[in-house]
DNA sequence: TTTAGGG
DNA sequence: CCCTAAA
């Protein structure tokens, strides 16, 4: 694939949102053929500027992406180039450092840009019309706060991806109303060029990416550190030390909207305020459709058949690569871990996407199959070199690391496999000895690492690793050819062993009684011994599961919205809202802050989540005869009134 | 089996 | 979370 780097800069004007837009111009160019995507090296600006970039500059690019093939070669700064388009933003684009560790972090971050760019300018053509192809792809920014605008644009590019996920509406949400009031959505809602996937035969309907979506890390952008160090804590259960604020509202947003089943819940916390996230965009206007649980799709029509339809070598969806990319340590306390962590993961390569279909079990859901299916051709790059570190099982899940040692950055990809849902197999501990330095040595590594008091003494998960270790066929596909040396242990393997991390995917952790460790009670029953802390995320999902489908639908929600959270049964569901429900109730009057109670230890819920399920207490006849008057009445009238507009 | 509600 | 009655 010889993709064209050329240049090419964007005026000057001012614009308001991130988001990369395809020109309308032709598309019967000879070479366009072979490769119908150009890209556009631009630079920024001190002032956030796009650019043009200059030949050199390009040069300098095109000789580091070699070099990087090469093997890590280190080369002299890229300088100006690389420097501005590095997203580490402030530190870079004035001095020149030889790190490498910065370079490589640079050449890494500009080889995914490329990519995705170019991902994403496949998709648009192989989702539109043939009109719709595009020489360029060009880069409008007008992001007021240019200092974030790169980060921004990543942060869309990335989150898109799920997003672009789209499957016939089955039930409106009731929530879909409240994004239309939020604002948020804004200009960016109707794209002039739709790209509607063509009409008449599809049963699936295409989305055309559209980056406004991604509001995560921009309604976050107004609370403070401690704000955030809440919020993440009531994301991923868990504190965290980092100041970073970058790095505590990107964590946030990918937590919250990549940590469940990613599009499954559609809230964003924008300003304090519990709103919808947009999930579908203007591609198509598909009739006010919207998109409905991907659990359902995604087993469904969508992969397939959208593949089908396209041009197979062009539709690379690359759906949910985040969920496996996402550097979910959040068992860790570490805070250098952390730090690490918070810089740019690669995306899989093709060959990590393959392994990954190996490790696959048979009784595959088909996600992960599709996934690897779905992986381009040639379209990751091949120039990490992706070792397999290790693996480890957590809390029911298998969890694979790889440490991309690229430059010494060491990024880890974690990615869940499922496990044996049957009980695990009579001669599983002779596999053990497959690898002697088996899980407890890992268990150890991993104690040790976060330092032992963040793991509980005589750590329970030390039953648990063992219950629900993959099946021989893991270990063996895992290992097999994997040379000792390369058998790295890596800190990032702590992945969830913390205990509050959610799970990632579909993975039956718990889901029998191979993974959930009960405790026998005093009178003969057993009981679940741990409680598993709701997060926000998962309040959130639960939160929207009862707007979908209506509260008391307890298994519905469980099956639709719940799909990855095997620990979580109905009743439990159930349980949870009745406690939302008392919360959401008594907490308001007082005091409407989240930032209200001290460490009660008990996981903090926002308010707007309050508020949220107060709404839909009201909505559904639920709140208590006692105190349905006062001013919530007032509010409450309007939000049902927006949602009966939303719903014609 | 699922819901609903008490413990 | 658990238990259980009721549907």
Redesign the pocket.
């Known amino acids: 694939m010889e993709t064209e780097v050329g240049v090419e800069g964007n005026d000057e004007a001012k614009l308001k949102e991130c988001r990369i837009q395809k020109s309308t111009s032709s598309l019967s160019s000879p070479k366009q053929i072979s490769d119908p995507v150009v890209y556009k090296l631009v630079r920024v600006e001190g002032d956030g500027r796009l650019v043009p970039a200059t030949d050199d500059e390009l040069m300098e690019v095109e000789s580091l992406l070699v070099d990087e093939k090469g093997g890590m070669r280190i080369v002299a700064d890229p300088g100006q180039t690389l420097g501005c388009i590095s997203n580490e933003g402030s530190s870079l684009s004035e001095n020149k450092e030889d790190d490498p560790d910065k370079l490589n972090a640079r050449l890494e971050y500009i080889e995914e840009m490329l990519q995705k760019v170019k991902e994403e300018e496949r998709l648009r053509l192989a989702c539109g019309s043939p009109d719709c192809s595009s020489d360029y792809v060009i880069v409008e920014s007008q992001c007021s706060d240019e200092h974030d605008k790169l980060l921004h644009i990543d942060e869309k590019l990335q989150c898109e991806i799920p997003l672009q996920e789209t499957v016939p509406l089955l039930a409106p949400s009731l929530s879909e109303s409240y994004l239309n009031q939020s604002g948020i959505v804004g200009e960016c809602s109707h794209s002039p060029d739709k790209l509607v996937t063509g009409g008449s035969t599809s049963s699936v309907v295409t989305t055309k990416p559209d980056f406004s979506k991604l509001k995560g890390d921009i309604c976050l952008d107004k609370l403070s550190i401690k704000e955030l160090h809440e919020t993440f804590k009531a994301t991923f259960g868990r504190e965290t030390t980092v100041k970073d604020k970058q790095w505590l509202k990107r964590r946030i947003s990918m937590g919250l909207t990549n940590s469940c089943d990613v599009s499954t819940t559609s809230f964003i916390i924008k300003d304090n305020k519990f709103v919808k996230k947009r999930n579908e965009e203007g591609c198509n206007g598909m009739d006010g459709s919207f998109a409905k649980d991907p659990a359902i799709g995604n087993q469904k029509d969508l992969p397939t058949s959208l593949v089908g339809q396209l041009d197979y070598h062009q539709v690379v969806p690359e759906k949910r690569f985040e969920n496996h990319n996402l550097d979910d340590n959040s068992g860790s306390d570490d805070h250098q871990t952390e730090q690490r962590a918070a810089k740019r993961v690669r995306k899989p390569t093709k060959r990590y996407i393959e392994e990954l279909s190996e490790v696959e079990s048979k009784e595959s859901n088909g996600r992960l199959m599709n996934l690897a299916k779905n992986s381009g051709h040639g379209l990751i790059s091949p120039i990490s070199h992706v070792r397999l570190v290790r693996n480890v099982s957590s809390g029911g899940r298998t969890v694979i690391t790889r440490l991309d040692s690229l430059g010494g950055s060491g990024v880890q990809v974690p990615c869940v496999s499922r496990v044996r849902r049957s009980r695990p197999r009579k001669n599983f501990m002779a596999l053990l000895k497959f690898n002697p330095s088996g899980m407890g040595m890992a268990a150890t590594l991993v104690k040790k690492a976060l330092g032992d008091h963040s793991l509980p003494p005589v750590d329970r998960n030390e039953n648990r690793v063992l219950k629900a270790s993959p099946t021989p066929e893991h270990i063996h596909h895992q290992f097999v050819g994997v040379p000792e040396k390369d058998k790295q242990f890596s800190v990032m393997s702590a992945v969830g062993l913390g205990g509050n991390t959610e799970p990632k995917h579909m993975n039956s952790s718990g889901d029998s009684d191979d993974n959930v460790v009960?405790v026998p009670?005093s009178?003969g029953?057993?009981?679940?011994k741990h409680?598993?802390a709701?997060t926000l995320a998962e309040v959130m999902k639960l939160v929207d599961g009862v707007a979908r489908y209506g509260?008391?639908?307890?298994?519905?929600i469980?099956r639709l919205a719940f799909a990855s959270y095997s620990?979580?049964?109905?009743?439990?569901l159930?349980?949870k809202w009745?406690n939302l429900l008392k919360a959401s109730f008594a907490q308001m009057p007082p005091d409407n802050g989240m930032n209200s109670r001290k460490n009660t230890g008990a996981m903090p819920i926002p308010a707007p989540i309050l508020l949220k399920v107060r709404e839909l207490a009201e909505m559904q006849a639920q709140v208590p005869p006692n105190l349905s008057s006062t001013k919530v009445a007032g509010s409450t009238i309007k939000i049902v009134h927006e949602k009966q507009t939303g719903f014609l």
């Open positions: 009960t009670t009178k029953g057993i009981r679940r409680h598993r709701w509260a008391g639908r307890w298994s519905e469980k620990y979580r049964t109905s009743v439990d159930k349980d009745r």
